[in-house]
Nanobody
Protein backbone atom coordinates (compact mmCIF):
# COMPACT_ATOMS: atom_id res chain seq x y z
CA UNK A 1 0.00 0.00 0.00
CA UNK A 2 1.39 3.36 -0.99
CA UNK A 3 0.92 6.56 0.95
CA UNK A 4 1.18 9.94 -0.69
CA UNK A 5 1.42 13.11 1.34
CA UNK A 6 0.44 16.33 -0.40
CA UNK A 7 -0.78 19.84 0.21
CA UNK A 8 2.40 21.53 1.33
CA UNK A 9 3.55 24.91 0.14
CA UNK A 10 4.64 28.38 1.13
CA UNK A 11 2.40 30.20 3.60
CA UNK A 12 2.76 33.34 5.66
CA UNK A 13 2.88 33.20 9.45
CA UNK A 14 -0.64 32.97 10.80
CA UNK A 15 -1.89 31.25 7.69
CA UNK A 16 -3.42 27.82 7.18
CA UNK A 17 -2.77 24.72 5.12
CA UNK A 18 -4.43 21.34 4.88
CA UNK A 19 -2.24 18.35 4.21
CA UNK A 20 -3.62 15.15 2.74
CA UNK A 21 -2.38 11.59 3.02
CA UNK A 22 -3.96 9.38 0.40
CA UNK A 23 -3.73 5.61 0.41
CA UNK A 24 -4.12 3.21 -2.48
CA UNK A 25 -6.41 1.03 -0.39
CA UNK A 26 -8.58 1.20 2.70
CA UNK A 27 -5.91 0.92 5.38
CA UNK A 28 -7.01 3.72 7.66
CA UNK A 29 -10.00 1.84 9.02
CA UNK A 30 -7.87 -0.89 10.56
CA UNK A 31 -4.69 1.04 11.36
CA UNK A 32 -3.70 4.01 13.40
CA UNK A 33 -2.21 6.87 11.43
CA UNK A 34 0.24 9.60 12.21
CA UNK A 35 1.63 12.81 10.80
CA UNK A 36 5.30 13.52 11.34
CA UNK A 37 7.69 16.27 10.38
CA UNK A 38 11.38 16.78 9.97
CA UNK A 39 12.87 20.24 9.98
CA UNK A 40 16.31 20.92 8.49
CA UNK A 41 19.02 19.66 10.79
CA UNK A 42 16.54 18.10 13.22
CA UNK A 43 15.21 14.64 13.88
CA UNK A 44 11.80 13.60 12.70
CA UNK A 45 9.10 14.18 15.30
CA UNK A 46 5.55 12.98 15.78
CA UNK A 47 3.06 15.78 15.17
CA UNK A 48 -0.38 14.16 15.42
CA UNK A 49 -1.81 10.67 15.65
CA UNK A 50 -5.25 9.16 15.19
CA UNK A 51 -6.16 5.71 16.46
CA UNK A 52 -8.70 3.32 14.98
CA UNK A 53 -10.94 4.31 17.88
CA UNK A 54 -10.67 7.99 16.90
CA UNK A 55 -8.43 8.96 19.80
CA UNK A 56 -6.03 11.75 18.93
CA UNK A 57 -2.70 12.89 20.25
CA UNK A 58 -0.80 16.03 19.37
CA UNK A 59 2.66 17.33 20.00
CA UNK A 60 2.56 20.08 22.58
CA UNK A 61 3.88 22.56 20.04
CA UNK A 62 0.86 22.12 17.75
CA UNK A 63 -1.98 21.58 20.22
CA UNK A 64 -4.90 23.87 19.51
CA UNK A 65 -3.58 24.70 16.05
CA UNK A 66 -3.47 21.37 14.17
CA UNK A 67 -6.26 18.86 13.69
CA UNK A 68 -5.93 15.32 12.33
CA UNK A 69 -8.94 13.70 10.72
CA UNK A 70 -9.82 10.75 8.53
CA UNK A 71 -12.17 10.21 5.57
CA UNK A 72 -12.52 6.46 5.25
CA UNK A 73 -14.54 6.64 2.05
CA UNK A 74 -11.78 8.58 0.34
CA UNK A 75 -8.94 6.55 1.92
CA UNK A 76 -7.47 9.85 3.04
CA UNK A 77 -6.21 11.36 6.26
CA UNK A 78 -5.87 15.10 6.70
CA UNK A 79 -3.86 17.46 8.83
CA UNK A 80 -5.48 20.86 9.13
CA UNK A 81 -2.85 23.37 10.20
CA UNK A 82 -3.91 26.80 11.42
CA UNK A 83 -2.02 29.72 12.91
CA UNK A 84 1.16 28.50 11.30
CA UNK A 85 4.48 29.65 12.67
CA UNK A 86 7.94 29.74 11.08
CA UNK A 87 8.98 26.90 13.38
CA UNK A 88 6.38 24.69 11.67
CA UNK A 89 8.57 24.72 8.57
CA UNK A 90 9.47 21.11 7.78
CA UNK A 91 8.86 18.19 5.48
CA UNK A 92 5.69 16.48 6.64
CA UNK A 93 5.12 12.73 6.33
CA UNK A 94 2.29 10.34 7.09
CA UNK A 95 2.46 6.71 8.07
CA UNK A 96 0.20 3.94 9.34
CA UNK A 97 0.50 0.95 11.61
CA UNK A 98 -0.18 -0.31 15.13
CA UNK A 99 -0.90 2.46 17.60
CA UNK A 100 2.31 2.16 19.61
CA UNK A 101 4.44 2.35 16.47
CA UNK A 102 2.45 5.30 15.22
CA UNK A 103 2.83 7.14 18.53
CA UNK A 104 6.58 6.60 18.57
CA UNK A 105 7.09 6.99 14.84
CA UNK A 106 9.34 3.94 14.76
CA UNK A 107 8.96 3.06 11.10
CA UNK A 108 11.66 1.67 8.84
CA UNK A 109 9.95 2.82 5.67
CA UNK A 110 8.72 6.29 4.83
CA UNK A 111 6.92 7.61 1.79
CA UNK A 112 7.58 10.92 0.14
CA UNK A 113 6.76 13.87 2.32
CA UNK A 114 5.43 17.28 1.48
CA UNK A 115 7.30 20.49 2.24
CA UNK A 116 5.66 23.19 4.34
CA UNK A 117 7.42 26.54 4.48
CA UNK A 118 6.12 29.24 6.78
CA UNK A 119 7.73 32.54 5.96
CA UNK A 120 6.88 36.15 5.27
Amino acid sequence: VQLQASGGGLVQPGGSLRLSCAASADIFSSNSVGWYRQAPGKERETVATLSTGDSTNYAQSVKGRFTISRDKAKHTVYLQMNSLKPEDTAVYYCNVGPLLRVLKGTFTSWGRGTLVTVSS
